[in-house]
């Protein structure tokens, strides 16, 4: 299966910043997701990141608060725009097949303060 | 209600000892997932199941398609093991999209 590196492993970040995520994959994939992991809640899908076209958000989850970008078939970004302190979260990337992830990135820890 | 439910929340055992955590789903499904998750937040991808059962050293994973549950049993548990457990579902219809459980804390104690 595909080996993610993800950076940074964890950030303090002021409020009103940005944060951008960045996610290394060892091989090419077709989809690559974001996922957010606020504290005591489990996963929940932000967007769907393709390759050579816009990702696709799932309700709740906009873009200028959570660009993405998917330059080639092995690098991923996710940007936390102008950042509060609630999100403050787990973010983590993933790959795997065409519905799914199921490779995780090593996930990063936010706090906004 | 949820569309994934997860037995125990917490769970707390001594070294040695047999662990069964259930997760139970209410949609049809094309796939479940169990994942484990690391004090640090990294997850890593234990099984990928569409039916019956399968093994990878101390761990067993099996599921119930008529039934919509899931078992993830860990065999002489040890503190290494100490990890959120999460069962994912895929769906069967709505394009496919996963479901997460809210995961069980277990705690191993030497």
């Known amino acids: 299966s595909a080996v993610i590196s993800q950076k940074p492993s964890r950030d303090i970040c002021q409020r009103g910043t940005s944060l951008t995520i960045q996610c290394q994959v060892d091989s090419q994939v077709t989809m690559m997701f974001w996922y957010r992991q606020q504290p005591g809640q489990s996963l929940t899908l932000i967007a769907t990141a393709n390759q050579g076209s816009e990702a696709t958000y799932e309700s709740g989850f906009v873009i200028d608060k959570f660009p993405i970008s998917r330059p080639n078939l092995t690098f991923s970004t996710l940007t936390v725009s102008n950042m509060s302190p609630e999100d403050s979260s787990i973010y983590l990337c993933?790959?795997?097949?065409?519905?799914?992830?199921?490779?995780f990135g090593s996930g990063t820890r936010l706090t906004v303060v | 209600k949820n569309e994934v439910e997860q037995s125990p929340q917490n769970l707390t055992a001594q070294e040695g000892e047999f662990i069964t955590i259930n997760c139970s789903y209410s949609?049809?499904?094309?796939?479940l997932h169990w994942l484990q998750q690391h004090p640090g937040g990294g997850i890593v991808s234990l099984f990928m199941l569409s039916s019956g059962k399968k093994k990878h050293g101390r761990l067993i994973a099996t599921i119930n398609i008529q039934e919509k549950h899931s078992s993830l049993h860990i065999t002489a548990s040890h503190p290494r093991d100490s990890a959120v457990y999460i069962c994912?579902?895929?769906?069967?219809?709505?394009?496919?999209?996963?479901?997460f459980g809210d995961g069980t804390t277990l705690t191993v104690k030497p």
């Open positions: 993933s790959v795997g097949d065409g519905t799914w992830g199921y490779t």
């Open positions: 949609v049809g499904i094309s796939a």
């Open positions: 994912a579902v895929r769906g069967a219809t709505n394009a496919g999209k996963s479901t």
